[in-house]
């Protein structure tokens, strides 16, 4: 166990002015002493970049770097954790998004947890809903019959302290993780193959096959605004909430998974929501959530990844 090892906060952000200077200035709030905080801008258009060089340019806590265009979540992302770990020499990072809000006991509450055993991959905690506060969005999921059913923990739920216990996890979201050092030199980063959406099941996926745990630590809050970069109904978003995950499970899981994974996630789950998100008028989301399971499809053939 190391001494307040320091931990790299990395941030993505693009066009997010509006929100990025509480987020920032929640984590330079934290009674964790030992960090610096990395804001990738992936090649924004607002004044994102204005903001953070007049807010934070003389800040000796934050660090700024610049990707010349929007090279999507994977990659963008892939820069500040190359640079936090590689260059900074972190110890860990933690990955959070730029729409939250980090409480001040976060960073050591999640460093404490994954000090516990060398095989903690990732750590992550409590994620309220910013307009309801006191509301979980998510502490994390669960995952049955062979990752057919991944379920929420906790959603929507009034936090009285009925999840007050650290536990490991089967999956979670990367709205806020602590990544060891020893998970990224083992297996590695975001994949790119995934612009944006899935990225961390697929990330979970790599790391549990070498063995690594997923940690939920009780002390640790952060609050989420939700999808304020992309939207929550955008077409974009769907078409990628449609693809990504079947490639996920491709790439990573045996061929009975696979076989099973992609018959009940495409014809019981996905093509009643595209007839169901069309009956509602939605028609460009639901031809872009189309679209989307024929990429993952034309992407099987591609690899050679046909199920028999």
Known sequence: ????????????????????????????????????????????????????????????????????????????????????????????????????????????????????????????????????????????????????????????EIDKGQYDKDCELDFCDDIYWLVSKKLYYTIGGYDPEFFLEAEDFDWQLRAKKAGFKIMFAHKAKIWHKVSMVIGKDSPRKAYYDARNPLIAVMKNCEPDIVKNYLQTRIYKIYLPAILKTALKGKIQKALYMFAGINSALIWRLKNKMAIK
């Open 1 to 156: 166990m190391t001494e307040n090892p320091f931990v790299a906060v990395v941030t993505l952000n693009y066009n997010g002015s509006s929100f990025l200077q509480e987020c920032i200035d929640s984590i330079l709030d934290s009674d964790y002493s030992n960090f610096k905080v990395i804001v990738v801008d992936n090649g924004s258009k607002d004044n994102s970049l204005e903001l953070l060089e007049r807010l934070y340019g003389l800040n000796d806590k934050v660090i700024i770097l610049k990707n010349k265009k929007n090279l999507g979540y994977s990659k963008g992302m892939n820069v500040g954790l190359d640079y936090s770990f590689n260059n900074l020499e972190a110890d860990f990072c933690l990955v959070m998004n730029n729409d939250t809000f980090l409480d001040k006991q976060a960073i050591s509450a999640l460093v404490e947890v994954a000090q516990k055993d060398e095989k903690i991959g990732f750590v992550t905690g409590k994620v309220y809903y910013a307009d309801k506060p006191n509301i979980f969005q998510t502490i994390g999921k669960f995952s049955e019959a062979g990752l057919l059913n991944i379920r929420y923990r906790g959603k929507g």
